[in-house]
């Protein structure tokens, strides 16, 4: 059982940032891919972005070119740094993580609320 705890949510203004961080029980090393997704009140979960094992990243066109998403393998940690945030990304952000031996996983959640 791997266990992903997110954190770094919260409230901040239009035009604001945050970093939000997902840390691992085990080693990230070698993973097939992290990401981040998220789920506004009365929508469907939504994918983000995905760091994959080689390092590669894509994002979701809405938060292209103000998110960034980026991984410390030696802390089994991956960040999420939201630039420019605006009150459409108001949801619950989600860390999840596919293991080469096929598990999924998926953290409990960091609310990120922006205000107007």
């Known amino acids: 059982q791997v266990q992903l705890v997110e954190s770094g949510g919260g409230l901040v203004q239009a035009g604001g940032s945050l970093r939000l961080s997902c840390a691992a029980s085990?080693?990230?090393?070698?993973?097939?891919?992290m990401g981040w997704y998220r789920q506004a009140p009365g929508k469907q979960r939504e994918w983000v972005t995905t760091?994959?094992?080689?390092?590669?990243?894509n994002y979701d066109d809405s938060v292209k070119g103000r998110f960034t998403i980026s991984r410390d393998t030696a802390k089994n940690t991956v960040y999420l740094q939201m630039n420019n945030l605006k009150p459409e990304d108001t949801a619950g952000y989600y860390c999840h993580a596919e293991f080469p031996w096929g598990g999924n996983y998926w953290g409990q959640g960091t609310q990120v609320t922006v205000s107007s």
């Open positions: 085990r080693s990230i090393f070698g993973i097939n891919s």
């Open positions: 760091i994959t094992s080689g390092g590669s990243t």
